[in-house]
């Protein structure tokens, strides 16, 4: 006689733990009872990565780059769970080739985007990249996994505090990346992923004051509002493709931090 | 001890006037608008006048573009976009910005004279800072214009095509080289809109287009007011936006692009703490907070409006600023030892006024030195708040004008605490003699621009702009030029 | 004294400067006086960069005319006509004095100079030359310009100018002493020296060019002030670089400073270097733009040159008759 299995119950990822969802819904996505993200949940996973983000961004950016190679390595170890939630294992084996890729510009970043600057006068400048701060990514329905992990990667290498809405209809290897995320060594708050509809979550994000960045790349249709309504604090905003590789996608969850001072005797 | 003025007879020493010649600039009764290579007459049929803030005279009649000239402008810079500019060979681009920055270096008193005319602001700045910058400006881009490969390897820039250019009053000029400059570089052609009060230093540009023999088209001036920006933001036909003036503005623009893929880049409002620990090198520290808040009136975004002192020194070093302040001469910008010039325009003299008076009615404790303003014009008094609460308007809000607000602080983390407690994030000065405590600040604090130990230095080569709402994209060095590319990775 | 306990001497002596005025002994057994208080003066430090950066735009300050006539009269009765050659004779410090007294025969508006500095053994005729004139006789002394000698021999150097009739004496500081960190040698030379001229106005010379930063003229700047200086003086003129704008900057600031937390008035004088009437006024910028025109006496401030004067005097002739003027018109002393 063949044994029960016992299942998985789907929550969101916030600030390190898996709660369910503040107004206790689900929906139904891939055959499976999904947490629906509220409007409160939101606000906490933001809370939940203000609070992560000084602590990242302070983070040696070589630790950065260990922990990151961490999580490929836990997704790694957790490639046929993923592969059963997303399109089998090709996608999973890119989906760590790429964390493992994001980990090794940790500690070269500042070298290629940042410069020393020649300026006339007797004062040394220079110029380093500094993570954003709190960012929103949206992410591509499809690849389930990939799409996400190629949206994210870029964010957390350069030190940035995530909230990522997981993609709608495909929200199962979000939460199973989660998991390999919790068990890494990624502190708790750096990544938080909801699950629920992006036509409720993305405006409250892209609205939010206390998020700095939004990653739209998987918005679809409401591109064009979730873009209005990040000029509210003048909201960086990342229109990425799900299948990028690029030290620029990093870029554009960075600032440019230039540092004047005199030199003299 | 003997008091010094028993012992002495002193001397009175008065700087006599000292007057730029002002006959160097010769402005015409009327300027039209410049698109495709020459002055034409706006399609709007309108005009405004364009005044000297320190005497209230007219200076010029200028055009005020319309939607149909927006338009025309637009289809101008297409054009030349299209037939020629983008397809030049790169060295060819770099020798015509060599050109311009020579012509602005040739111009460079007439240049000077004019924004101190137009503008208000002391001749010694304009011809020691503005018209400078603006030339090295286009000289340092124009080494860019056939170099972009190795400014970003592997990724092959291209330029985005037309770009629409809104620039503020406080730096016509300068922020004139700051947009036009990289754009060109980069193989753009531009639409740029001057602010409404100050734009014949950009006229006089556009006869330096003509004199670098410039293809018609690739520079395209449109002087207008606020209807005429919002027509340039509105039109579709732009590959790109760069604005830089105030957070309301931009957001609004913003806004308005949400979707359609047009690139931006912000560079907007700022509220900079100045921060001054207790064992800085004092009489500079004066010298770089004088600087921080007065120079050009205080019309500064990256202003350091918010000095924050150690405790230990807040006396000390209030009672050394108050002293400073006695000496700044206010008066005719074309005096050579002006330092303080004029309101640039009667709007942001009442709103300096206004925001005052909230001040005072706020409690906090105003200073402002003996001097006398005279009696046309639009002008402001170096002015000094102390006992000001974090909460107060002055210490939250834009003033842009001559007016520092001064708190105190404790410890370094409530220094950082202060300084990082504001929306806006574009610049902050730091003075101690702690290397590794100067290193902290800077990382520490949420701000584009970090000066330490000296404040509002600009540099072509240094990349200048702002984090959280003081906008996003950089102006200045190699940074400057990718908001100008796109790139075929 | 033992190096260790000289200079923790001068550490206590040097920091005390700053809260002496205030601070209480301390009062229980064992206790050591230290520095509590945020007062003036600082012994701080001093950012070049801004430093020069202030210089430079003072440079700039341009004034005309009547003010710019004015400023060219005031430089001719704040200098200190000096010679201070191998080869000085007695005639030739006459002729000098000749022309200290009356700068210019052709106009005679044009005033005395402050004083005229020598070396102690021309001091006597310099004195007899000038006498009934109100020209003062400056005399170098303390192993000028090296200050390489005894504290002693220094001290008998100034006793025996002043009895020659120095009414200012040129003191320099022992550099060696000063930039090995034995602040408590220069600063007991200087009192000294102080003692030993009497009623003889005492000019401390740093010689700024051998100080290698703003921060030590500053430093020395104060001691000297400390012990008792009249004047701070920049240069013996040398040594390259002599008086500068901006280290004429650090040490006025430094003379505010004094002034400000202990009332004590501190001349300046800027020596070598300056040798054009565009300069001299330059300096007379900086200094109403830091002391205010309190200072802007000969009392308070003094230009130590020998070819500046010539230069002042074509540029007073070119205000009064607008022709720019040749050297062959002026006497060479």
Not at chain 1, 50 to 60: E, L, Q, S, V, Y
Not at chain 2, 207 to 227: F, H, K, M
Not at chain 2, 433 to 440: D, N, P, Q
Request: proline share 5%; net charge negative; aromatic share 8%.
């Amino acid at each position: 006689m063949s044994r029960l299995p016992v299942r998985k119950t789907y929550k969101l990822f916030v600030g390190g733990t898996f709660p369910r969802s503040e107004s206790g819904r689900t929906y139904e996505a891939e055959g499976q009872n999904v947490a629906h993200a509220s409007r409160k949940d939101v606000r906490d996973a933001v809370v939940a990565a203000r609070k992560a983000f000084a602590g990242w961004a302070g983070t040696a950016a070589y630790n950065r780059g260990q922990v990151l190679y961490r999580l490929a390595e836990m997704m790694e170890a957790r490639a046929d769970n993923l592969a059963a939630v997303c399109s089998g294992r090709d996608e999973v084996d890119a989906a760590v080739d790429r964390v493992v890729w994001y980990a090794g510009w940790a500690d070269k970043l500042a070298q290629v985007l940042g410069s020393s600057n020649p300026v006339s006068g007797p004062y040394f400048n220079f110029t380093v990249p500094e993570p954003t701060g709190v960012v929103a990514i949206l992410a591509p329905d499809e690849p389930a996994l990939g799409g996400l992990v190629s949206r994210l990667a870029p964010a957390l290498v350069g030190g940035n505090a995530v909230v990522a809405v997981a993609s709608e209809t495909h929200p199962l290897a979000a939460i199973e990346l989660a998991e390999a995320i919790a068990t890494s060594d990624v502190p708790a708050g750096v990544v938080n992923i909801l699950t629920g509809f992006r036509a409720e979550l993305g405006p409250i994000l892209a609205g939010h004051m206390d998020v700095n960045a939004i990653d739209v790349t998987g918005a679809g249709d409401d591109t064009a509002d979730l873009e209005r309504a990040a000029a509210a604090n003048v909201k960086r905003v990342a229109r990425g493709s799900a299948d990028s590789q690029s030290p620029w996608e990093i870029a554009s969850f960075l600032e440019m931090k230039t540092v004047w001072h005199p030199v003299g005797q | 001890m003997t008091d010094v003025r028993q012992r002495t007879s002193p001397l009175e020493w008065e700087y006599a006037p000292a007057p730029e010649a002002r006959d160097i600039v010769k402005f015409q009764e009327r300027y039209g608008l410049f698109i495709g290579g020459e002055l034409v007459e706006p399609r709007s049929k309108e005009w405004f006048p364009t005044i000297s803030p320190a005497t209230e005279e007219q200076l010029a009649e200028v055009a005020l573009a319309g939607a149909e000239d927006v338009d025309a402008a637009v289809g101008a810079a297409r054009n030349a976009f299209e037939n020629g500019w983008s397809t030049l060979r790169p060295a060819e681009r770099a020798k015509y910005l060599y050109r311009i920055a020579r012509l602005l270096q040739e111009r460079s008193r007439e240049l000077a004279v004019a924004e101190s005319l137009n503008g208000g602001k002391p001749i010694k700045e304009s011809r020691d800072v503005d018209v400078p910058l603006a030339a090295a400006h286009f000289f340092y881009y124009a080494g860019w214009a056939d170099k972009l490969e190795y400014a970003f390897p592997n990724r092959r820039p291209a330029p985005l095509g037309v770009a629409g250019q809104i620039i503020p009053w406080n730096f016509p000029l300068l922020m004139l080289a700051w947009k036009i400059a990289p754009a060109l570089a980069a193989g753009n052609t531009v639409v740029l809109k001057p602010a409404e009060t100050t734009p014949l230093t950009a006229l006089i540009f556009a006869d330096v287009c003509r004199q670098a023999e410039l293809p018609a088209g690739v520079v395209n001036i449109i002087t207008g007011d606020g209807s005429t920006g919002a027509h340039l933001v509105r039109h579709r036909g732009l590959d790109k936006i760069a604005f830089t003036g105030s957070t309301e503005v931009g957001k609004a623009i913003q806004r308005e692009l949400a979707g359609t893929g047009t690139r931006l880049t912000l560079e907007l409002g700022g509220k900079a703490a100045n921060i001054v620990f207790d064992d800085c090198a004092l009489d500079q520290a004066i010298e770089g907070i004088v600087n921080g808040i007065y120079f050009n009136q205080g019309h500064v975004c990256c202003a350091g409006s918010r000095l924050l002192v150690q405790e230990p020194i807040a006396e000390l070093l209030i009672a050394k600023l108050k002293r400073r302040l006695e000496t700044l001469r206010l008066g005719d910008p074309l005096d050579k030892n002006t330092d303080i010039g004029a309101i640039n325009s009667r709007a942001q003299l009442e709103r300096i006024r206004e925001l005052v008076a909230s001040g005072e009615e706020e409690g906090a404790e105003i200073y402002q030195p003996p001097c006398v303003l005279p009696e046309k014009g639009y002008w402001f008094a170096p002015t000094v708040f102390t006992n000001v609460a974090q909460s107060y308007r002055i210490a939250q809000e834009e003033i842009f004008g001559p007016v520092l607000s001064v708190l105190t602080f404790r410890t370094p983390d409530e220094a950082i605490e202060k300084a990082n407690n504001t929306a806006y994030g574009l610049s902050a000065g730091v003075w101690t003699e702690k290397g590794s405590r100067i290193l902290c600040m800077a990382q520490r604090l949420r701000a584009g621009v970090v000066w330490a130990n000296t404040f509002n230095r600009f540099d072509p080569a240094s990349p200048f702009g702002g984090y959280k709402e003081s906008g996003f994209g950089r102006e200045g060095g190699r940074h400057g030029l990718e908001p100008y590319l796109r790139f075929e990775e | 004294m033992a190096r260790e306990q000289e200079m923790a001497a001068s550490a206590t002596r040097l920091d005390s400067m700053a809260a002496a005025s205030t601070l209480p002994t301390p009062s229980f057994p064992g206790g050591f006086e230290l520095p509590l208080a945020f007062r003036l003066p600082r012994i701080g430090s001093v950012d070049a960069v801004a430093l020069e950066a202030r210089a430079a735009e003072l440079a700039k300050r341009s004034i005309k005319k009547d003010s710019k006539l004015a400023a060219l009269e005031l430089a001719v009765r704040m200098m200190d006509l000096t010679t201070l050659e191998g080869a000085d004779t007695p005639g030739k410090v006459s002729a000098l004095c000749s022309k200290a007294i009356r700068p210019d025969p052709v106009d005679r508006t044009v005033p005395s100079v402050a004083a005229v500095c020598v070396y102690p053994n021309l001091v006597a005729g310099a004195k007899a030359r000038l006498a009934g004139s109100g020209v003062k006789v400056a005399s170098v002394a303390t192993a000028f310009p090296s200050g390489q000698t005894s504290t002693a021999l220094k001290v008998a150097e100034v006793r025996e100018v002043v009895v020659l009739g120095a009414d200012e004496v040129d003191m320099v500081i022992d550099r060696g002493a000063f930039l090995s960190g034995r602040y408590s040698k220069v600063y007991d030379e200087i009192c000294q020296v102080k003692e030993a001229c009497g009623e003889a106005h005492l000019k401390v010379i740093l010689e700024t060019g051998e100080l290698g930063t703003y921060d030590n003229v500053r430093r020395a700047s104060l001691l000297a002030m400390a012990a008792g200086a009249d004047f701070v003086k920049t240069s013996t003129g040398k040594v390259s670089p002599a008086a500068t704008l901006p280290v004429t900057l650090c040490m006025l600031e430094a003379v505010r400073d004094v002034h400000d937390e202990t009332g004590r008035v501190v001349g300046m004088k800027p020596a070598g270097g300056i040798r054009t009437a565009k300069q001299a006024i330059q300096y007379l910028c900086v200094l109403h733009e830091t002391l205010g025109t309190q200072w802007m006496t000969p009392d308070l401030f003094r230009f130590g040159a020998s070819s500046l004067l010539n230069d002042v005097l074509m540029q007073i002739r070119k205000q009064k008759t607008g022709v720019y003027q040749s050297l062959d018109y002026f006497t060479s002393d």
